[in-house]
């Protein structure tokens, strides 16, 4: 990742960086510019979610864009039948997408 110096606008690039939260990643950037020699950190954060994820954390709260049609894809979540898969890539939370949700009354 590269990141513009604020100081001189030449680029800056990573040097290190760590996981702050499940949302956030502070990066420390250095001046590739020797006669400004600026070394900063930046925090990056996750605002919003653009497309929801099929195997979503419960912890996880994030703001979903308005571009999503909620009431739709609650309807479609309803009424799709489901396909028998096995994920292949580890690390979720829950497993089932509706696991996070309250059971319908
Ligand atoms: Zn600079």
Not at 16 to 36: A, M, W
Not at 80 to 97: C, E, I, K, N, W
Request: aromatic share 8%; hydrophobic share 30%.
């Amino acid at each position: 990742m590269r990141m513009m110096c604020p100081h001189c606008k030449q680029n800056a690039y990573t040097r290190h960086s760590g996981q702050l939260t499940t949302t956030s990643r502070e990066t420390i950037f250095y001046c590739r510019n020797y006669e400004c020699g600026h070394v900063f950190s930046a925090v990056t954060e996750i605002n919003r979610t653009i497309s929801p994820s099929a195997t979503p954390d419960p912890t996880v709260v994030l703001p979903m864009s308005s571009h999503i049609k909620r009431a739709l894809l609650q309807q479609q979540l309803q009424s799709m039948p489901s396909a028998d898969y096995q994920p292949r890539h580890g690390g979720f939370v829950t497993g089932d997408l509706f696991a996070a949700m309250p059971a319908a009354g």
